[in-house]
C-alpha cells in the first residue's frame, strides 16, 4: 500500500510553461518535504511545511512555489519551467523529529 | 557546516558482502541513516541508526557506527543481484528540525 504517493511518475512540459507536481500521504505525517535531485546527485532541499508553516530553503529559486491546502496533500509549482530545471521531484513526509519516507518522485522534462 | 562523504562506487560479486562507507563531520548528528535509490524510483529507508549506538542488525543489513571517528558502514550479507542500486548515507540533528544531510551516494554494482 503506497504511502506517499506522486503524480504524475513522468511530466513533459515546455519551456515557460507553468506545471504543478502533486504530493500526496496517508500517514498523517505534519511535515511534508520537497526535494529536487538531478542526475547522480544527492536530493536537495527546497522547502518543507512544518503543520501549515512554510520554510523556504535560502537557495531555492523564486521560481519554486508550494501549497499545501490540507494535512495529506502538498503541491510543487513552477512558474516557468527552465532546461536547468528538469530533474527528479522527489516528496519526502515525517513526523516532527522523526524518519522521513520518500515518495517514488517525479520525473520533469522540459523541452 | 556539515558534510557527509561517501565513496562513489563499489562492485561486488553476487554472494559476497558488501560493505558501504559513509564519513561525517557533524558530531551533533542524532540519527544516521541508510536509503536505497533504484533506478528511476524513489528513496527507500533501508535503516537508520540513533548515535548512541554502536550497532544495528537488521537481516542482511549490518549497520556500525564509529562515533569518535564519524564514520557509518553499511554491511549487505550475501549480496543479491536486486542489491544493486544507489545508496545514500544521511544525517539528521533534532536541533535543526530533523533536516537532513545527505551524501553523494554510492553506486553499487552486483556482479553475477
Known amino acids: 500500500d503506497a504511502m506517499v504517493i506522486q503524480n504524475p511518475r513522468y511530466q513533459v512540459t515546455q519551456f515557460g510553461k507553468p506545471v504543478t507536481l502533486s504530493c500526496s500521504q496517508t500517514?498523517?505525517?505534519?511535515?511534508m518535504y520537497w526535494y529536487q535531485q538531478k542526475s547522480s546527485q544527492a536530493p536537495k532541499l527546497l522547502f518543507h511545511?512544518?503543520?501549515?508553516?512554510?520554510?523556504n530553503e535560502a537557495d531555492t529559486p523564486d521560481n519554486f512555489q508550494s501549497r499545501r491546502p490540507n494535512t495529506s496533500f502538498c503541491f510543487l509549482d513552477i512558474r516557468s519551467p527552465g532546461l536547468g530545471d528538469a530533474a527528479m521531484y522527489l516528496c519526502?513526509?515525517?513526523?516532527?523529529?522523526?524518519?522521513?519516507?520518500f515518495g517514488p518522485g517525479t520525473r520533469l522534462t522540459v523541452l | 557546516g556539515e558534510d557527509v562523504e561517501q565513496s562513489l562506487f563499489l562492485s561486488v560479486r553476487e554472494g559476497d558482502s558488501s560493505v558501504i562507507n559513509c564519513t561525517y563531520t557533524?558530531?551533533?548528528?542524532?540519527?544516521l541513516y541508510w536509503y536505497k535509490q533504484e533506478p528511476g524510483a524513489g528513496l527507500q529507508l533501508l535503516t537508520y541508526?540513533?548515535?548512541?549506538?554502536d550497532m544495528k542488525q537488521d537481516q542482511r543489513l549490518t549497520v556500525l557506527l564509529n562515533k569518535k571517528d564519524k564514520h557509518l558502514s553499511l554491511r549487505i550479507a550475501d549480496t543479491q543481484t536486486g542489491d544493486s542500486a544507489i545508496y545514500f548515507c544521511?544525517?539528521?540533528?533534532?536541533?535543526?528540525?530533523?533536516?537532513?544531510?545527505f551524501g553523494g551516494g554510492t553506486r553499487l554494482m552486483v556482479k553475477p
Open positions: 519526502a513526509t515525517g513526523r516532527s523529529t522523526d524518519t522521513q519516507y
Open positions: 500517514l498523517n505525517h505534519n511535515v
Open positions: 541508526i540513533f548515535s548512541n549506538m
Open positions: 511545511y512544518y503543520d501549515k508553516d512554510f520554510n
Open positions: 557533524d558530531s551533533s548528528s542524532t540519527y
Open positions: 544521511a544525517e539528521s540533528r533534532s536541533n535543526a528540525g530533523n533536516m537532513l544531510t
